[in-house]
């Protein structure tokens, strides 16, 4: 038997669904905002501000990620913070997640143990709690996150507020998962930093509340690539968006792959999912905050999402079953 | 095209992710605590008490329903409605869901319009909105459902607070769906009310909030059978349950259909899982609330679950993997 009770190298059926969850679940801490955590029918979760901001996404093996190309605990921490990105999006404050688990009654218990300590890390990161779950027998492995978040007082910052003049700025990373996937698919395991943003993003969590204190008027998690969510503010907003590629930075380590690669890196930072950067719109006379960097303007609508003026030929974006 | 949009007889390939999101949420009505509904990157509910409570579950197709024995409209509504238990469970009123579906690309897409018409409907029943989503492609269909709810300053009803000499009670349906899933299993599809009891089960959302108002001690929903839930509740509550066979109604219907089967309908209401009744301690003070029927009470620790003071020999409960 392991530390945590479970026997070493056997399989969820022989764990068994109660004692995994006890596995999973016992002695972890909880922040303030878990007023009941996991073990009841429900959780019960603070939400001082009188209004819960609530998110849900769905990963699938073999679509969303591939245990040979990461591992169980990069999974778990990405599926926690894809969920907490859409929370942030909002301008708010991620307090919880609830995690629904649907694997093969062969799959090792040890994949599910790691995959869930993922998911522990991540939400301390940000702070949350992981408050209630649900695990289930299936063919192929999916995980289901649910995030609650708290507005702080604050007004939630939607995709439709952009308004023509206003500044399209960024913070966090762009393009490092697409980099990621490309190098992965070519059979390499490195450069491990751009490896890992494909395993698993680093969204800006501070970053939005932020950005809505300091009066964004539109926000949005790029998942899709930076066109493609920016086009989905353009068309809630009903305006145009303008990305001016001078004032968008390719890092140098992009450089050199996309250059090692023959791939162009500039696609990748401007269609490339999965970073969980943020996109907002802010008034032209505000001071961007910390972290942001200008990449664009709000035009007037008709013209969609353009780069440098002209429509962007190589435009990408995810969409299921397509 | 269908009237919603999407091509007649496709599939949700053809359809493509934005399209069936938009057939199935375009015109719906919310209630008034959603804030803001599907469409942005989260949705934000009210949760007036300042709490909100959470909890989440995920169905399989070929595990927890079979498209052959239901239809989609009906597992849509189970999906929605095994939910919604567990929140009038903690004596609170469920207020809204967000809907994880995940399905093979040549899925019919009036499979999923179906399905999600289904949760539409039981979300209405329930009062609850429908207020946020993803849908995402996997081999196996997978629905996973997080509902919200508000305690409206209720002290919330755990499974810890049963004290020796409370009453044990129940309020809703036993043994139906144990007995329609015997009827589908011997290739029948009547009686209709026992068929459609395993399609669908109907949960006596607001006897929770009620139960907790008249001073229920604890409280839990019956997913996996009474006597297996009941065990819950004795084991987080660190006392025994008695449940008194005299007491306990075998209806009608189940008698006719377990003396057809040569099954016992008693083992039906005793161990069968899938209703979503409650059950619930009361101190023995107290008039039980209407609906709710007392069926045994709680003893000193030590015993576990009895039934007329013995144990019981086919004791079942549903543990997944098993």
New interface residues.
Partial sequence: MSPQGIPENG???EA???GLIRAITQGRRQPAST??GP??????????????????????Q???FRLDWSSPEYVGRKAVAVNLA??A??G?TPT?V?????CP?DTPASVITELTEGMWIEAARAGVGV??????????L?I?I????D?GGRA?V???GARPGDVVAVCGRLGWAAAGLAVLGRGFRSPVNVVNAQRCPEPPYEAGPKAADEGATS???VSDGLLADLGHIAE?SDVGIDVETKRVAIPTRLAEVGSALGSDPLRWVLTGGEDHALAATFPSFVDLPEGWTRIGSVTMPGSGVTVDGKAYDQSGGW????
């Fill in positions: 399989t969820v059926a068994g669904e109660f007023l009941l073990g009841d029918d429900a959780a019960i979760v603070a939400a001082p501000d009188s209004r819960v901001v609530a998110t849900t996404d769905v990963l699938v073999g679509v969303h859409d929370i999006a909002m708010a919880s609830l995690v629904g688990l649907a009654a408050v209630g779950g649900d695990m289930v027998r299936a063919d192929q999916v289901s649910t995030a609650l978040g507005l939630p939607t995709r439709s926000m949005i998690d809630a969409e299921h079953w397509r």
